[in-house]
């Protein structure tokens, strides 16, 4: 009887490692998966980000360029107007000399 006392105690106790291991393994399992859920969603968060960020980035460049081209065109066309301008000025200096040395 004394026999059967500690086989049933020991087998009880082995009966108590193997059920704590499974729920610990089950508890770590959970865990596991949680975090990796939560990694997922971070990175998913970061992503989308990403992507909104690019976007952002896209259209104030490309705004951007277009009033460098803007701005360039409306350079281009002072540029010309300025040697329309002078070309006339000279022009009229050149024939009022003309002018003056006629008279004199």
């Known amino acids: 009887m004394y026999q059967s ?23 770590a399992a959970g ?10 969603g971070g990175v998913n968060k970061a992503y989308g980000l990403e992507v909104e960020g690019n976007k952002i980035q896209f259209n104030t460049t ?9 701005a360039n065109l409306e350079a281009s066309r002072m540029r010309e107007l300025s040697t329309v ?7 009229m200096d050149r024939r009022i000399e003309e ?6």
């Open 31 to 40: 865990g596991a998966n949680r975090s990796a859920a939560i990694s997922a």
């Open 62 to 70: 490309n705004t951007a360029a277009g009033q460098v081209k803007e």
């Open 5 to 27: 006392n500690i086989e049933t105690a020991a087998q009880e106790q082995y009966e108590g490692n193997v059920t704590a291991i499974n729920q610990g393994a089950g508890i």
């Open 85 to 91: 301008i002078s070309g006339m000025a000279r022009d």
């Open 99 to 104: 002018g003056m040395r006629q008279r004199y």
